[in-house]
C-alpha cells in the first residue's frame, strides 16, 4: 500500500466557500451520538445557576479526572478541550523561536498554535503508510527543539506507532525536551495498542499525555481537555491556567460521563465496527484506506474529496484530494461509500 499525504489545509480552505449546506458534516472526527440523557440532565441542572461564575482556578475538574485515573490533582491541567491545553503547554514550556518536531499532516491545531505562539514548526513527513516516523523526528531534534508531539493514535490517518517504538523515542529524546504525547482518540484503541500513561511517566518525566472529551465522550462542544503528567511539570503548565477559564457545565459533565463509562463504552464499540465495515467495503472499490484507531478514516485521493463533496458529503480535504471523514453515523456511512463506489 502506498499513500500520498501532503500538508494539511488551513481552516479557511477546510471550511470552504460553498453556500450549500452539506447532507452530511465529516470533517471534523466529531463523535456521531448526542450527550447521554444522563449528562444532559446534569449539565442542564448546572445551567440554572450560570449567572454564577465557576471557580477562578479549577480544582474540582483535575481531582475528578486525577481521581477517576489514580493520579494525584497536582498531575493534572484542564483546560478548553485539549487545544486549549496545548496552547498552554506551548506558551509555558516553549520561548518564541524554539522548535516544535512533530509529524506532518498531523490536528491542524498544532501549527496553528505554533504560529499563534511564535514558534519554529519542523514538520517531518509520515511514512509511506501513514505512520508517524519516529526515527526521523529523533534527527529532527536539536538544541532549539523546544518541544515534540507524537499523536496516538495519529490524526488524519488513524496509525498508532508500537508501543516498543514509542518507548525507543522517548528513551531517544533528551531530557530536556518536553514530549506531547496526544491521545485525543486514545479510547478507541483496542486492549492489544493500549500503553499505560503511568509507567511512561514514572520513566520519562519529560511526558506531558494530552486527552480530550470532545471525541469518545461526544461533548466537543464543551470543550473539556487535560493533560497529565510529573508534577513539576505540570506546575509549570498551570501557571498560565487562565482565571474563570473552565466552565461549571464542565464538571458536571465529566462527572456524569463517568458514571456513564458502560454507554459510552458501548457507543465507541458501535463507532470502531461501522468503521471497520465501511473500511472494508471501501478497500474492496479498491480504495487503499489504512487501518485506523480511531473515529475516523483516511481515504487517499485524488478524487476521493471532490466525490464526496459532490454527494453533499463534507470531508476534510487534503490538497492531494484526499479526505478523512469522522464515521459511525450509519446514514452518513452509507453516503459515503455510495459516493465512492464508482470512483475506482
Ligand atoms: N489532538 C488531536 C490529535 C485532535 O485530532 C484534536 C481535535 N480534532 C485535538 C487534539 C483537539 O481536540 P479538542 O480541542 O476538541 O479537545
Redesign the pocket.
Known sequence: MSIRLVEETTPSQRRGSSPVQPRFDLT??ENPFPPLPSVLRAVNSVLAQANRYPEFLPRRLPKLIAHHLGLHSDQVVVG???????MQIIQSLMRPGAGMVYATP?????PIMAEMAGVEVVPVPLDSAGNQDLWAMTRAIDKRTGLVVV?R????TGTVVSASELKAFLGAVPARVPVIL????VEFLGAAEYIDPLALLSKHPNLLV??????AYGL?GL???YAFGRPEMMARVRRLQLPFGVSSAAVAAVSASYAAEPELAMRTMRITAARESLRNALRRCGIAVPLSH?NFLYLPGPGVATALRRAGIAAKAYPDGSARISVGDPEADHAVLQALETLR
Do not use: M, Q, W
Request: glycine share 12%.
Open positions: 471534523l472526527s478548553s478541550g485539549a487545544t486549549g491545553v496545548a498531523t490536528f491542524d491545531g498544532y499523536c493514535p495519529h490524526n488524519p496526544d491521545e485525543a482518540y494530552l486527552r480530550t472529551f470532545s471525541k466537543a470543550r473539556i481537555g480511531a
